[in-house]
């Protein structure tokens, strides 16, 4: 039978009737219940799958229709719905005012008797950590892209993360519907831009306004989506107009296949007959090991595309027994790669990660991924990390922000449990004896800080329990009180992303806030190596205080100037081994506050090379503080600059304020590194400093009507402009001068 059939909506014969009789009346209502989804299903019919893409690419949407057509919801909502209900999977109210999404949701659902995991993520790069936290524990990923946009820069970020954790991934090209759009164009960009190894298995039947439907260039077959929710698929005949183009497609998909897949190429080769089977198999397996990415169409919002896509994610996604996953084993100081066994019972001991914390109504929620084994509701598990166990009282699988209670689950599952006192990324183990831990997950340094004070301070115990949540929630979050400046600081991935605590603080707490002018995390560097020879001597009585050490501060490449590093060359015993410790301490809490400005020190090395000790006075201690005595000697002498972080950033705009853009990059002392029209819309790419940056949105939208738009991510450092350094060097002189009087008076 054709993988492909007139569907309707996919569920049981008995389901459908009713399905049907319920969109002639004007309601939906389903009576079966989705708690058969526990049952113990087979580990080929498991897919973990994620939902990526740009800001606006229509993943949200995209998942809305998933769970229609499955059946897990009743009603399809939009993200900036007129019912001002919003989409299923944007469960928070901020995301449905906004029509963004900013917290991770996790759903599940059934299709063709395959269980679904599904995790659907922001678009915006302030929320990147719930897009790594989720590839993190997923065994496949569909990367969606916009007809219009093609690939853009959060497009680039979620793929070097879909690559970071090895991820297979399936494109699907949505907003066919939409004005200027062009497949062809995406296809190009995600062969040169993403470097992927990419090619159509389904076209479109028209663009923009007559888009019609797709064809599927397998099976070559012409696939229209009718009724009033396109649930009806109904198969027909290539148009005649279309023929050539298919005929082309289909033999540029085989050829794009057999370089990278023996067994097709040989048939290739051999001029034999190819069959529909013969390449969904070289698919599915070039597709498990990551060398060619099938890219599917259709639109989201016009119903038209999602069946065929979720047979894709069955047919060419690896369940999880086809994913290898590995936990460093520890035992006596030496690490070792374990293969987990991914099978679904309980002949192998229990290994789970938290990869996400939540608080919700009845306290903290951690979602977990189960690699081995299976577990028990009333069952004990040990963290690998804090030694401690926890009995598990409560066993959930989640849809958006719903919980069904399950008995049990298996390996390969997506879950949650509560009253887990535990960090995103910690490992837990069914038995203690296992000494194991996963990989944890990459976590971005924050690039904006402001400052963040109460309205009311009556308040303080509320702002204190949520910053105390929002940052155990999220580790990109930080927060710290400046001792110097006496002020609280909240840093984060950029403007929205402290927008968004801000307004939660007030909307969840009662707390509201007052965020100040944002601040860049900074460094210092050196510019040239310097020599040190540094002795601390301390005698008062009794035991006192020696130590010498002698080395060189250098400067690090500027690929690596956001790092520190410490090396021992001494040879001999004149700085003894269980001293060295000290020394590399000294030397990184020296670094914590740099001699400029304040801000800490990177991009430097420092080489011990000799030093001094005595038999009786010398401690860690003393080595500790002769580190820091020596690099106060190197801040003094040394010639230092300020480095500063560099955003590339992508602003799109109509293509008649593109000289207007390029003028206020320009002023902002840009860097313009690329440009591209398409269609009447520019798209400009440049480097641009991030403390020139602030303030940028409403300039850019003031200038294009409102039209423009515009994201950043994080580059590198690179070193200030002078009349920059001079002007944070003495605003940093002017701030600590005005504190050494306040505290004299």
């Known amino acids: 039978m054709s993988l492909i059939t007139v569907i309707r909506c996919n569920v049981s014969l008995k389901l459908l009737l009713c399905y049907s009789s319920c969109i002639s009346k004007g309601s939906l209502r389903f009576s079966s219940s989705f708690s058969k ?28 229709r998933i769970l229609f ?47 679904i995991n599904i995790i659907d993520t922001p678009g915006h790069v302030d929320f990147t950590i719930e897009v790594e936290r989720a590839l993190r524990v997923l065994d496949g990923a569909v990367l969606v892209l916009c007809a219009v946009g093609g690939v853009q820069s959060q497009t680039l970020t979620v793929d070097r993360q879909m690559k970071r954790y090895n991820i297979p991934r399936i494109a699907f090209i949505n907003k066919l519907d939409r ?30 306004a007559n888009n019609k439907g797709i064809i599927d260039l397998i099976y070559q077959k012409a696939l229209y989506f009718e009724g009033d929710f396109g649930e009806v698929i109904r198969e027909d005949e290539i148009p005649s107009n279309m023929k050539t183009e298919v005929q082309n497609r289909r033999q540029e998909l085989i050829e ?31 597709c498990i090991q990551r060398t060619f990415v099938p890219v599917l169409v259709g639109t989201a919002l016009k119903n038209r595309g999602i069946q065929p896509l979720l047979d894709a994610v069955i047919t060419y996604l690896p369940h999880p027994g086809e994913v290898e996953n590995y936990a460093l084993g520890i035992n006596k100081d030496e690490t070792t790669n374990i293969l987990l066994c991914s099978e679904r019972s309980n002949k192998h001991p229990f290994v789970g990660l938290a990869f996400k914390l939540e608080s919700g109504r009845y306290g903290q929620l951690t979602y977990f991924r189960c690699y081995q084994g299976m577990l028990h509701k009333g069952e004990v598990l040990y963290n690998t990390r804090t030694k401690k166990k926890v009995r598990i009282q409560r066993l959930v699988r989640l849809h958006s922000n719903q919980m069904e209670d399950v008995p049990e689950i298996y390996a390969g599952d997506i879950f949650a449990l509560f009253g ?30 402001m400052s963040i004070q109460m309205k009311n301070t009556k308040d303080r115990d509320q702002f204190s329990k949520g910053v105390a949540r929002f940052t155990k929630e999220d580790p990109t979050l930080k927060f710290h009180y400046d001792v110097d400046n006496k002020e609280s600081i909240i840093s984060g991935m950029g403007e929205l992303h402290l927008e968004i605590y801000s307004q939660r603080l007030e909307r969840e707490y009662g707390c509201p806030v007052i965020l100040g002018k944002p601040k860049v995390s900074f460094r210092e560097t050196i510019r040239e190596p310097i020599e040190f020879d540094y002795l601390h001597k301390k005698q008062s009585g009794g035991a006192g205080q020696f130590a010498r050490v002698i080395g060189v501060i250098e400067p690090l490449p500027s690929n690596k100037n956001t790092e520190l590093i410490f090396k021992d060359e001494t040879i001999g015993t004149n700085v003894p081994k269980q001293f060295v410790p000290g020394v590399e301490r000294g030397f990184r809490t020296t670094c914590e506050k740099g001699y400029l400005c304040g801000h800490k020190v990177a991009g430097i090395r420092m080489r011990l090379l000799d030093g001094m000790h005595h038999c009786v006075d010398s ?61 009447g819309w520019c798209i400009l790419k440049a480097e641009v400093p991030l403390n020139d940056m602030f303030g940028y949105v409403s300039e850019l939208r003031s200038t294009t ?20 350094e001079e002007r944070i060097i003495r605003e940093y002189q002017e701030a600590h001068n005005l504190t050494v009087q306040q505290k004299k008076n």
């Open 619 to 679: 401690s860690e201690l003393s080595f500790f503080l002769a580190a820091q005595g020596a690099m106060r000697e190197v801040f003094e002498k040394g010639s230092w600059q300020i480095l500063e972080p560099v955003m590339t950033v992508e602003v799109t705009c109509p293509e008649e304020f593109q000289g207007q853009i390029i003028n206020q990059l320009t002023k902002r002392h840009g860097i313009i590194f690329e440009t591209d029209i398409n269609d």
């Open 69 to 115: 057509y499955t059946g897990r919801i009743t009603k399809m909502h939009e993200v900036r719905g007129k019912d001002n209900v919003g989409a299923t999977m944007d469960s928070m109210e901020l995301e449905r005012q906004r029509g963004i999404t900013i917290q991770s949701a996790a759903t599940y659902t059934l299709w063709k008797d395959h269980n």
């Open 256 to 286: 794009y296949l057999s370089n990278v897949d023996e067994k097709l190429g040989e048939l290739y080769l051999n001029e034999m007959q190819i069959l529909e089977k013969d390449i969904i198999d070289a698919i599915r397996r070039c």
């Open 179 to 208: 004005i200027g759009a062009n497949h062809n164009r995406t296809l190009d960009q995600i062969r040169g831009k993403l470097h992927l190894n990419a090619g159509f298995i389904q076209l479109p039947i028209g663009l923009e």
């Open 37 to 64: 989804y526990a049952e113990h299903k087979s580990l080929e019919k498991i897919r973990n799958i994620g939902i990526s893409a740009h800001i606006d690419s229509g993943k949200t949407t995209l998942t809305e």
């Open 705 to 724: 009507q409102g039209k423009g738009e515009f994201t950043m991510e994080y580059s590198r450092y690179t070193p200030c402009l002078p009349e920059m």
């Open 420 to 449: 887990i006192d535990c960090a995103s990324g910690d490992t837990f183990v069914g038995n203690p004896k296992l000494n194991l831990s996963m990989e944890s997950i990459y976590v971005p340094e924050p690039v904006v800080s």
